[in-house]
């Protein structure tokens, strides 16, 4: 794994800005099986406006506090084994500490996200996401609350892409489905939850 001094690329955004390091694991190619394996994959239930979905790719979720996602609540769960190195060289890479980590698999082009912030109350003020890519270089589109500014990046296999500043308050993110013939991905994406203040 590489630590500190990892080259990375800064895009500053107007309003926000993001870190992204283009060869961040580089053993990426060998952990996408164990990831699949590894890890426990579920297909998530959203509830949005009252109604249950079940969201289009699987889902994973480990940490040491609770986190309510999409209207649902994830309870703390013990760290797998395996991921334990990656969070320690995203936490290096990055200079932030992380204690959480949703992983989203995407199998195919229908399975997607759709456009959301990252800005639940408990992740704090400005919350950073630190995201790790495996498998195929899906895009992930950004649109401005403006309703005006976009860009699209595509994260390769292996990278690590940090969401810091304003990002969250001022963009949405998300991952389109695409009727194209498409590899699978696993993104393992690293937040700080604050823990619960006591009374
Ligand atoms: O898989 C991605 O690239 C985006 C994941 C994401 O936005 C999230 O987990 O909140
Ligand atoms: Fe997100």
């Given at each position: ?17 993001l ?110 996401v ?33 969401m810091?500043?304003?990002t ?32």
């Amino acid at each position: 794994m590489l630590f500190a001094e990892a080259p990375f690329q800064q895009v500053d955004l107007r309003n926000g800005s993001l870190r992204y390091f283009e060869d961040f694991i580089p053993e990426h190619q060998s952990l996408l099986e164990p990831l699949k394996t590894a890890l426990d994959w579920y297909q998530g239930d959203v509830q949005l406006f009252g109604r249950h979905y079940k969201t289009p790719r699987l889902q994973c979720w480990y940490g040491d506090e609770a986190y309510t996602y999409s209207n649902v609540r994830l309870e703390p769960r013990t760290w797998a084994d395996m991921l334990l190195p990656l969070k320690h060289a995203v936490e290096q890479g990055s200079g932030y500490r992380f204690n959480s980590m949703l992983g989203n698999w995407y199998q195919h082009g229908q399975h997607g996200m759709g456009f959301h912030a990252d800005n639940e109350p408990e992740l704090g003020q400005n919350p950073v996401v630190a995201m790790l890519t495996f498998g195929y270089a899906r895009d992930l589109r950004f649109k401005h609350k403006n309703g005006q500014d976009q860009f699209t990046i595509t994260p390769q296999s292996g990278s690590l892409l940090v969401m810091e500043g304003e990002t969250q308050h001022y963009w949405r993110h998300g991952i389109a489905k695409s009727a194209r013939q498409m590899g699978e991905r696993i993104s393992l994406t690293f937040r700080y939850i604050l823990p619960p203040s006591k009374p």
